[in-house]
């Protein structure tokens, strides 16, 4: 039974297949981003904008292998896309849970060693938006932590589509 279900989705995922879902988990997952940003005046942190790099990466990946540009080759360069993506959520994710420290522009990690005037260039130097606060979160998950899970989906398509495509 198992054997007919993992033979039927490797079937289901030909490389055209896992192409386009890949690139549209992207696409929305990138307009969500954008909603939230221009219509929900969520404004994105450093690592945020990180984060929309590998989508950006994988659409253009998969409009390439749709248009014939070796198939099985973008899908492998989207599964590393996938993967970073996965990192850069979980790292993000990582941050706003308090697990490790930042990048110092984008966390509250300020060395107050006793000079004013030397917190006070800190303070002026970092970015509004802190990306070691959660603006929004579902289920206990936060945008970052929820673009590392939904990209592993990416990752697992990619995967299967590869598999697909070499048998």
């Not at 996938?82 to 979980?90: A, D, H, P, R």
């Not at 289920?139 to 697909?164: E, F, K, Q, T, Y």
Request: proline share 3%; charged share 10%.
């Amino acid at each position: 039974m198992a054997n007919q279900l993992n033979h039927g989705l490797i079937m289901l995922l030909r490389p055209q297949t896992g192409l386009i879902i890949a690139g549209g988990i992207s696409a929305a997952l990138l307009g969500g981003a954008l909603l939230f940003q221009y219509v929900g005046g969520m404004a994105p942190c450093e690592l945020c904008i990180w984060q929309r790099w590998p989508h950006v990466a994988i659409i253009g990946l998969a409009l390439m292998g749709l248009c014939g540009v070796k198939p099985q080759v973008m899908l492998g360069l989207i599964l590393i896309a996938g993967i970073i993506s996965v990192g850069l959520g979980g790292y993000h994710a990582g941050i706003e849970w308090r697990l490790w420290a930042g990048p110092t522009g984008c966390t509250a990690n300020l060395d107050f060693s006793g000079d004013i005037s030397k917190l006070t260039e800190q303070l002026l130097a970092t970015d509004m938006v802190r990306c070691d606060q959660v603006v929004w979160s579902l289920l206990g998950l936060s945008m970052a932590g929820w673009n590392a899970l939904v990209s592993l989906d990416i990752i697992a398509i990619a995967l299967i589509s590869l598999l697909r495509a070499v048998r």
